[in-house]
């Protein structure tokens, strides 16, 4: 019996000072230096610093990380933006300086004026008085027109500047809101329609005015098939003519490999009103629905062919702007019309009205 006593207590006083088990599973959250175990975000870091030294341990070709860095365009952009700001404002402290100048020039004109008025006044009192001598107010003239002429030629530098400044601002823009290249079709209706040659859906030749495509690469225009529009393109990845091109392009009916890349604009007939998701709820009583436009997740949207002339370059516009605003109003507000019900006419109120008039009989006959 005393020997398993001290059997027993060896066995304890052995568990006590052993850490606590754990299996291999659980080393990569412990912590290698005392042993114990880590929080969440500690182990939330590890296991990225893991996969990505795992990521880096790859190679290229294996799914690692690119021998080239990738090239930030939209930072490389706002750089190029920003490095025009501090040209304008270096421009702007000249253009002060200059305007400051040609300040203090009149001011001595003004005062080589009044020597002259003083001279000639002299002349009128005094028989042998000096004749009034201008030669150092033609000077001072001189010195202003060639100051005026450079603060002109400063300020038409600070204009560009500031015009390219626009410009790249709205590239800027437009690429992050990917609306740099928007491309315009007509729907199959539409397409049917113009090989019919009826209907009020616009061709595909009243809307070439529109296309500053890359018409050597996307292909060029012509009559065939029974109606007027794009030749297939030689290029099988066309769309990589656009990669590094800075142009802001409208692409009227892109080749396909094209479209599926970009924002796109479908023209329809007799698109006329409709409801999402959002106007089936009332509002103050009244339903609001689209009418003419669907713009789904400012990606692709279809206009109706009854007003495209005013529709086409508004939906150009608010692509471009991030769907944030548009110049055209498409919504129709319609007043629902309201039903008076009265609440007594409800079997619910019927029912509970009926449970209080048997409970007051109930009362009288128990």
């Known amino acids: 019996m005393g020997v398993k006593v001290v059997v027993l207590t060896v066995i304890l006083v052995a568990m006590m000072t052993t850490p606590l088990a754990f299996s291999e599973d659980d ?8 042993n114990r175990y880590l929080s969440y975000e500690e182990k939330h870091q590890k296991e990225l610093d893991r996969l990505l030294a795992k990521y880096k341990a790859l190679e290229p070709n294996e799914g690692g990380p690119p021998e080239i860095e990738m090239v930030d365009f939209e930072k490389l952009a706002q750089n ?7 040209e304008v404002d270096e421009l702007q402290k ?11 020039q009149n001011i001595k004109i003004e005062r080589e004026k009044a020597k002259i008025v003083a001279a000639e006044e002299k002349i009128k009192k005094e028989w042998g008085a000096a004749p009034a001598n201008d ?7 001189t010195k202003l027109n060639k100051m005026t002429d450079e603060l002109k030629v400063l300020l038409s530098q600070k204009d560009l500047i500031l015009k390219k400044i626009d410009t790249k601002q709205l590239l800027l823009e437009i690429q992050q809101h990917d609306a740099k290249l928007i491309g315009v079709e007509l729907s199959a209706n539409c397409i049917a329609m113009a090989k019919l040659d009826r209907g009020s859906c616009p061709t595909y030749e009243d809307l070439l005015s529109l296309d500053n495509s890359i018409v050597e690469i996307s292909g060029g225009f012509s009559m065939y098939d029974g109606y007027f529009h794009r030749e297939k393109s030689n290029y099988q990845n066309s769309f ?3 990669d590094n091109d800075d142009v802001i ?10 479209s599926a890349r970009i924002k796109m604009i479908t023209i329809e007939p007799n698109l006329g009103l409709y409801a999402d998701a959002y106007s089936r709820v009332l509002i103050d009583g009244k339903r609001i629905l689209s009418q003419d436009r669907i713009i789904n997740n400012c990606y692709d949207a279809r206009i109706s062919a009854d007003n495209w002339r005013l529709l086409l370059p508004d939906t150009i516009f608010t692509f471009r702007n991030g769907c944030e605003s548009a110049e055209i109003d498409d919504l129709v507000t319609f007043d629902m019309p309201q039903t008076d019900i009265s609440i007594w006419s409800s079997p619910h109120i019927q029912y509970q009205h009926w449970l209080e008039e048997m409970k007051t009989k109930c009362k009288e006959l128990c």
Do not use: G, H, S
């Open 80 to 86: 190029e933006i920003d490095m025009l700001y501090k």
């Open 94 to 104: 000249i253009i002060d300086t200059k305007v400051l100048n040609i300040k203090n």
């Open 240 to 242: 990589r003519a656009y």
């Open 27 to 34: 080393e990569q959250y412990v912590d290698d230096d005392n």
């Open 249 to 258: 392009r409208i692409l009227v009916d892109p080749p396909r490999n094209e």
């Open 135 to 141: 030669t150092q107010l033609r000077f001072e003239y």
